[in-house]
């Protein structure tokens, strides 16, 4: 069976100034060599990147994110 790959790393406008930073702070953090979630997710609070609503980070909040910017845009 074929792999069907969604490529989402396109978008059809311009990633945020919210996007790009909490890429670039995801990023750093991999780097730094923190890959499970609890430790990820404290790191970024560490760091002045927050959620939309601006609260902490949880577990939830950041997997939540993940997915929603992960999603499928519809054109």
């Not at 890429?23 to 750093?28: K, M, N, Q």
């Not at 910017?69 to 054109?75: N, P, S, V």
């Amino acid at each position: 069976m074929p792999l069907n790959l969604e490529p989402v790393q396109s978008r059809f406008r311009p990633t945020t100034n919210y996007e790009d930073a909490f890429a670039d702070e995801l990023e750093a953090v991999y780097g730094r060599g923190v890959h499970d979630l609890p430790g990820v997710v404290a790191a970024l609070n560490a760091t002045g990147v927050r959620p939309p609503d601006g609260a902490d980070w949880t577990e939830e909040t950041f997997t939540r994110e993940l997915a929603r910017l992960g999603a499928k845009e519809d054109r």
